[in-house]
């Protein structure tokens, strides 16, 4: 275990930022099938994430994306949302659809975080600033997809002068190739890439 990663990951420090894990995106009824089908194993990870940083005095942060019904407020200015639009499924606020998926909780003590617009959580969020009264300095960044959301998060993370962790199997992107191949040649130049199994036990090491 490199000691460096214990020092960035210091559980005072640290938030887990957990990205679009929502009924409507990764479970049964999600607008984007394909990429819901391959987040079975980014689930289980960011799951044993979340429990570890909780036991380790880490945050965790649940990052959800809705749109009105009248898409007030929401982008339309790429192919992604049009063809979200499309799908007929509906991110609607205060539905199940916009609710972390059960595997996550989420439990007393974790915050979550919904957007109406954007492509990612620092961009839509209150993200940042809660980030910033909580005193975290490190992301341990988790979720979907790295096609776009968690690239955006963690450019925009280091943007704003945080640390970013990605542990790599606790994110995922279609194709499987297409989001190894990014987070080799992009997000390993801006991220700490590491994995689930070392950041849980750099927590119990500390512990």
């Not at 380790?56 to 009248?70: K, L």
């Not at 960044?141 to 998060?153: D, E």
């Amino acid at each position: 275990m490199p000691l460096e990663l214990r020092a960035l990951i210091a559980p005072a420090t640290t938030a887990v930022v957990t990205s679009e894990l929502q009924n409507g995106v990764v479970g049964d009824s999600s607008v984007l099938p394909e990429l819901a089908a391959a987040a079975r194993g980014t689930i289980a990870n960011t799951a044993r994430l979340c429990i570890a940083a909780r036991a380790a005095g880490a945050t965790v942060i649940h990052c959800t994306a809705a749109t009105r019904a009248d898409r007030r407020g929401s982008n339309s200015n790429a192919r992604l949302f049009n063809a979200v639009r499309k799908s007929g499924v509906q991110l609607l606020p205060g539905t199940p659809a916009v609710e972390v998926v059960p595997e996550l909780g989420p439990v007393e003590g974790d915050l979550v975080l919904n957007r109406l617009h954007g492509l990612d959580p620092m961009a839509g969020t209150d993200l940042d600033p809660v980030l910033r009264n909580l005193g975290v300095t490190t992301l341990v960044v988790t979720g979907v997809s790295v096609n776009i959301a968690i690239t955006n998060l963690v450019m925009d993370a280091v943007n704003r002068g945080y640390q970013a962790v990605l542990p790599r199997d606790a994110v995922n992107g279609v194709p499987a190739e297409y989001a190894d191949a990014v987070i080799d040649n992009t997000l390993s130049l801006l991220a700490t890439v590491t994995t689930t199994d070392d950041v849980i036990a750099a927590w119990k090491v500390r512990g």
